[in-house]
């Protein structure tokens, strides 16, 4: 007997779109931009990740059960699958197509809200514009992330054979394993990454509005109270800085971290995972009276600034480690941004 789904497909997809939409009256409430935008946003990442992760995990469930033994999988196949790229080169394209869509896309949403002055009667690539270091946020942590998934994706697999071989498993009894675990059920972890993510480039995006803002002179953090509040975002709520500055977080683990924003990558995951905290734009009160043409030119003057800034960073770094040839590596491109936001933290760059 054929059983009729088509009502159960229904309820499904209207729990979905309800979820969706109470996610984004939430972010509105919280004071995010482009809310709609971002929960879409949320949705095709989540989509995105969900093909690719499962994608991998069949193929390797396809090798398992081709092998002939545990012991035959590990010292034979697993070798050659563990160090094969496939997957973080998917995650990459993913990631990076995304991000920069997004982070150009919230730059200019932050700041049509807070100072739409700066920014009316622009078209084209203008509407666009981002800083040197946006872009290479978007380049080098599209490649860590991807980098970190991976690793993380191959050990919880390289775990599951290692306790099928101290347990004596057959191949059919792993193949039975992997399929009721993370590995092929990944749902939640891919909208877990899909929603960190999201939430991460739009503070990033709000920083970079800052810095394309003549207006905005500091930036004071804020926290959004939740169901389960980290009391040490509590104690954030109002610290007040610079702009260009860091804030100074004090994680659960009672290390201290200088943070350019709300899930700052260089936080850990506990601090990031399932966090709302936004930022507040303080005005330079001398500069109110400006006329829009003194904003656009300010925000023009700015951008190139941080810009010949940053470049000359780049060169100093690639100079320091002896790389001569432009390389389009993300990781080459992480650790010259790394090294740019450290270099602020010590005050080594005014």
């Not at 209207?14 to 979820?19: N, S, T």
């Not at 997957?87 to 150009?104: G, N, S």
């Not at 347990?167 to 929603?195: C, F, M, P, Q």
């Amino acid at each position: 007997m054929k059983i009729d789904t088509t009502h159960l497909l229904s309820a499904i997809e209207d729990y979905i779109a309800k979820a969706d939409e109470d996610l984004r009256d939430t972010l509105e409430n919280e004071g995010f931009v482009a809310a709609s935008e971002t929960v879409r946003h949320i949705g095709e990442i989540e989509d995105a990740l969900e093909d690719v992760l499962d994608e991998d995990a069949l193929e390797f469930l396809e090798r398992v059960k081709e092998a002939e033994g545990v012991d035959e999988f590990l010292s034979v196949s697993w070798p050659d699958i563990k160090n094969e790229g496939d997957l973080e080169k998917a995650l990459y394209e993913i990631f990076r197509q995304k991000f920069d869509e997004m982070f150009r896309s919230f730059t200019f949403s932050w700041i049509l809200a807070e100072e739409p002055e700066i920014v009316e009667d622009i078209s084209g690539e203008a509407i666009d514009t981002i800083t040197k270091p946006a872009e290479a946020f978007i380049k080098g942590w599209s490649g860590e992330l991807s980098r970190i998934m991976n690793l993380n994706t191959k050990d919880s697999m390289e775990k599951m054979l290692l306790k099928a071989q101290k347990k004596s498993w057959t191949i059919d009894e792993l193949a039975e394993a992997i399929g009721d675990s993370g590995i092929r059920n990944h749902g939640y972890r891919s909208r877990r990454v899909a929603l960190t993510e999201t939430l991460r480039v739009q503070s990033y995006a709000q920083q970079e509005s800052m810095i394309q803002n003549p207006l905005a002179y500091s930036k004071r953090w804020k926290h959004i109270m939740s169901d389960n509040p980290r009391e040490n975002h509590i104690a954030m709520d109002g610290q007040e800085v610079f702009k260009r500055e860091m804030f100074e977080l004090t994680g659960r683990n009672g290390e201290t971290y200088l943070v350019l924003c709300p899930r700052d990558t260089s936080l850990p995951a506990e601090e990031t995972v399932n966090c709302h905290c936004i930022m507040e734009t303080v005005e330079n009160e001398n500069a109110l009276g400006m006329t829009a043409d003194e904003k656009k030119e300010l925000r023009e003057k700015y951008i190139a600034e941080v810009n010949e800034e940053y470049e000359a960073w780049e060169q100093k770094f690639k100079n320091d480690m002896g790389i001569e040839e432009p390389r389009d590596d993300p990781s080459v491109t992480w650790e010259i941004y790394n090294s740019y936001y450290e270099a602020y933290r010590k005050g080594e760059i005014a």
